[in-house]
């Protein structure tokens, strides 16, 4: 009852220990290692990483083990403890032409310098539950092949040494990159800030627009031109030596989405681009952030904006899903005393509302033997 | 009211132009309106006269020209040099905009009364009571039955939305009132009521008003005066029974002969 | 696959859990929000560990100003020991070490949701509110950019529309709680989800007081004795519930009260939503008329130690 609500600080102990109960399961099999989580749930450790924007398999893998699998609670984890770092600086921007190329298929060219190459992926696989999988059975080695030095230069370069595509707009030197989780967003929004939201946005809310937009809500007519996959340095600029340094290799999937446009009065037609890029190998995603962010370059395209996917002020502001969990989330916290001002409304209100209806009744009796007195004159009908 | 300043144009437009992209909207309007006038813009569609319209109510920037409106303490003002806050202001007291389509001008989902009084509550009035009266006021002047001050326009018939419309622009009692196609889309009878109260207040209150409309017929029963459009320019102007009954232009001869005269 | 290494990092916090240079960030806000009464000060609010739309906009606003000698209240529905209001200040007890205490009157900070605490705050208090949805004018607009354009031109008609359908359609002002309020005859103000009984202890409060919406991301506060005026017409007068019986506990009028079940016939108290208040009167020797009903037996205790329930699942 009553109490149960004024859950004191004992209650609360008690259920975070009976949790923790819950999560480690069975005592009698072993416990999960953050090695298996990171090592065999890999897309989940990726999809974690970049909505939680910190590269950190470890890290991630503790947070979905905390989390007990809920990858939006792991992201969140995630979150709360990348605030806490100290920051040093912004990395160099990676260079995903230079990438060291796992997976690269585009959908616009049968064939193209570097070739398709197919990699890992769940891509063409019958999706039938595999048993032998559930027994743990034998694996056949991968065939490997001879590294060959052959550059992959990515499909939008390929296209706009014709003019065909729009150029990727280089902002100006001096031009300062938004940083969306120093600064308090505010609209209307740049493509910088854009991207960033998009980068951390909530996987599933991504997919959605970008899914309505194929259906109508605001067409854009997409190809995948590119989605690439593999590993690409992350470097530093390093005041003191003058250069930058390399700090790393992470794993990005990148997609660049190839899209119809009918040109302008300033602009000859030619294609448009929607980018996606992304943490580990999280494809889905990536295509669908690359088909938002087209989308949302509506205004700057001269389209007109009629859907939810074009909107950058619903997009930005409901794609996070951290600060959306946590606002769904919070009506379980008490409301009673709002509730309290309510009930009280409802029942003066209800109370004023029985009364009308008695002296309605009470004036209706009167008003027999007077003859019907019909309906007031309505216009509606006009 | 404004007699003793009527010497004067209550809003001038000089070489108004606008362009979307290379493209014409309008190009060199120029004219004058004076107080308790109506000045009608005629044209087929494609002519201009809606971008012109939203030129000179501010709700479109023009790529050259000036529009300048003498404010109520009689100064000219170029309104493009207005800061927002005052271009606002005057646009929800001093003017009124009467949009063809009427959900683009009322607030659909709440009441009709609250739409008619909204006006009133931004400017500062504070007494629920007499914002209702006002209301009803209005309602009862536009022919709306009292007892639908609570409906919103949702339950309302087009005719009825036109209405609420202009009594809920009408109630600051504005000097300047532009209309979009007020009349279209409507039926012929319901056209003609509409018409017809319209004329009524506009002569009651004094209105000067901007009329863009396709239908001469319209023209002729409200405006005095009218300005003929075609590619963004205008071929004709004149007195509205002169340019009606003795159409100079070819364009305008043809469109004067491609309707029933009234 | 990159070798999986978690190392220690355990009590490395900051105090009061924010780093200094966010700590600064937050008080420009604070300041700029003080000199701008009802301003809504957009701040770049960080990822707390707790989630969104549970306080942690009144959290990073308490971390920013709390000091070492601070002695901190924490309340949820008036309450010290609701739910959120015990895991709050033991976030604060945690990462901060400052004294806490449920008595309103030691306390120079006190954060609160949905109540503020019936005794009369002093100079040396601050009040920090957990702000939900920090725009007034967000159910009447949706977009950011049309109310920051509507502040900024002091427009505010449409809310005025919104209190004229209340009262054509209910007769009265059906808004209970968030209750729009005008502050410094300027700025239209959402005083979070206080329920409006509470809205006249906000015009001319001693105290200081802030307001934080971490998801939303704005500061905006209310400098010591600054006019409030809750918006309503001249006929429709502004009006505060009025609670027909005092508290059961400690008889207590002109409080707001929290309404208890007592049973499922039908049985009903009414008890005091400020637990401290309460207390207080009761340790006083003030009783109410339910105080000796064996149904009621639960409140009266000393509420800290009133979680007879183990909490389930």
């Not at chain 1, 009065?265 to 669908?288: D, H």
């Amino acid at each position: 009852m009553y109490v149960a609500v004024k859950g004191g600080e004992k209650a609360i102990r008690n259920a975070h220990r009976l949790m923790a109960t819950k999560r480690r399961g069975d005592r009698s099999v072993p416990g999960l290692t953050l090695e298996q989580i990171a090592g065999q749930l890999a897309i989940a450790v990726a999809r974690v990483m970049g909505e939680g924007s910190l590269y950190d398999e470890g890290l991630a893998a503790l947070a979905i083990k905390q989390a007990r699998g809920d990858l939006i609670e792991a992201v969140f984890l995630l979150r709360a403890y990348r605030t806490t770092l100290p920051r040093f600086g912004y990395s160099e921007p990676v260079d995903t032409g230079a990438m060291l190329v796992e997976r690269r298929i585009s959908a616009t060219f049968k064939d193209l310098p570097g070739g398709q190459l197919l990699g890992p992926t769940f891509d063409y696989t019958h999706r039938l539950l595999d048993f032998k999988l559930a027994a743990d059975g034998e694996l056949d080695a991968p065939l490997t092949a001879e590294v060959t030095e052959t550059a992959m230069p990515r499909v939008t370069d390929l296209l706009s040494g014709e003019g065909l595509i729009e150029e990727d707009v280089q902002p100006e030197e001096t031009a300062a990159v938004g940083d969306l989780t120093r600064e308090p967003l505010s609209f209307p929004a740049g493509r910088d800030l854009r991207l960033q939201n998009l980068a951390r946005g909530d996987e599933g809310f991504l997919l959605a627009l970008a899914y309505s937009t194929q259906r109508g809500y605001g067409r854009t007519h997409p190809f995948a031109g590119e989605i690439r996959y593999g590993a690409v340095e992350v470097e530093f600029f390093a005041e003191e030596l003058g250069f930058a340094v390399p700090l790393g290799r992470i794993n990005v999937t990148e997609c660049q989405m190839v899209n119809q446009f009918k040109g302008s009065a300033k602009v000859p037609p030619q294609f448009t681009r929607g980018y996606g890029l992304v943490f580990g190998q999280v494809e889905r995603k990536a295509m669908s952030m690359a088909m938002v962010d087209r989308s949302l370059r509506c205004e700057e395209l001269g389209e007109e904006r009629t859907a939810p996917a074009q909107d950058e002020e619903f997009v930005m502001s409901h794609s996070d899903n951290v600060q959306a969990t946590g606002f769904v989330e919070h009506l379980k916290l008490p409301h009673y005393v709002d509730f309290q001002a309510e009930l009280d409304l409802v029942r003066r209100m209800r109370g004023e509302w029985f009364d009308r209806q008695a002296a309605d009744q009470a004036a209706a009796s009167e008003a027999i033997g007077s003859g019907p007195t019909g309906t007031s004159e309505k216009e509606a009908a006009e | 009211m404004t007699d003793f300043l009527s010497e004067e144009p209550l809003l001038r437009a000089s070489g108004v132009t606008r362009f979307y992209g290379d493209r014409i909207g309008c190009r060199d309007v120029s004219f004058e309106l004076w107080p308790g006038e109506v000045l009608a813009i005629v044209g087929e569609s494609g002519s201009g006269k809606t971008t012109l319209l939203n030129c000179l109510a501010t709700r479109l920037a023009p790529t050259a020209g000036a529009i300048e409106y003498r404010m109520r303490d009689g100064a000219m003002r170029d309104l493009f040099q207005l800061t927002e806050a005052e271009r606002r202001f005057l646009m929800r007291t001093d003017w009124g905009f009467v949009h063809q389509n009427a959900a683009d001008g009322l607030r659909m989902t709440v009441s009709a009364g609250a739409n008619v009084g909204e006006r009133l509550m931004a400017v500062g009035n504070r007494h629920y009571g007499n914002i209702r009266g006002t209301a009803l006021d209005w309602l009862e002047r536009v022919e709306i039955d009292g007892t639908r001050i609570d409906d919103d326009p949702r339950a309302f018939s087009g005719g009825m939305r036109q209405r609420l419309q202009i009594a809920r622009n009408l109630v600051t009692g504005p000097r300047l009132v532009f209309m979009d196609e007020p009349t279209g889309g409507l039926d012929v009878s319901v056209q003609a009521r509409l018409l017809d109260l319209l004329r009524g207040l506009v002569a009651d209150l004094g209105l000067s008003v901007v009329i863009v409309t396709h239908d001469l017929a319209v023209a002729r029963l409200l405006s005095h005066r009218m300005i003929v459009m075609r590619n963004g320019e205008v071929i004709e102007t004149g007195l509205t029974d002169q340019v009606l009954d003795d159409p100079q232009a070819p364009y305008t001869q043809l469109l004067v002969s491609s309707i029933l005269q009234v | 696959m990159t070798a999986v290494a978690i190392t220690e990092t355990e009590g490395e916090y900051n105090f009061a859990y924010l780093d200094e240079q966010t700590k600064r960030m937050i008080r420009r806000a604070i300041l700029k929000g003080i000199a701008i009464p009802g301003y809504q000060v957009p701040f770049a609010a960080r990822e707390m560990p707790m989630p969104y739309g549970w306080g942690t906009g009144g959290v990073q606003v308490t971390a920013a100003v709390l000091g070492r000698e601070d002695t901190l209240k924490v309340i949820d529905q008036g309450s010290d020991d609701t739910t959120n209001a015990v895991a709050i200040r033991g976030f604060f007890e945690k990462t901060a070490q400052v004294k806490t205490t449920s008595a309103t009157k030691d306390a120079t900070i006190i954060q609160t949701r949905h109540r503020i605490p019936e005794k009369e705050l002093t100079e040396d208090q601050i009040l920090v509110f957990q702000v939900p949805i920090p725009e007034p004018l967000r159910f009447l607009e949706p977009r950011e950019t049309e109310t920051r354009k509507m502040h900024a031109l002091e427009e505010y008609g449409l809310m005025h529309v919104k209190l004229y359908e209340d009262i054509a359609h209910h007769g009265r002002i059906a808004t209970t709680y968030a209750y729009p309020v005008k502050v410094a005859d300027r700025y239209v103000m959402d005083p979070s989800p206080t329920p409006k009984f509470d809205n006249p202890k906000i015009d001319n409060m001693k105290a200081l007081q802030l307001y934080g919406a971490g998801r939303e991301k704005r500061i905006y506060a209310i400098p010591p004795y600054t006019k409030v005026k809750s918006l309503d017409f001249d006929d429709h007068p502004f009006e505060v519930q009025k609670f027909d019986k005092p508290c059961g506990l400690c008889g207590a009028r002109h409080v707001y009260l929290d309404e208890v079940v007592l049973d499922d016939q039908g049985g009903r108290m009414f008890v005091c939503s400020d637990s401290d208040y309460c207390e207080e009167r009761r340790a006083e020797g003030h009783v109410g008329d339910m105080a000796a009903n064996p149904a009621a037996s639960h409140l009266a205790g000393k509420s800290s130690g009133a979680a007879k329930t183990e909490a389930g699942e």
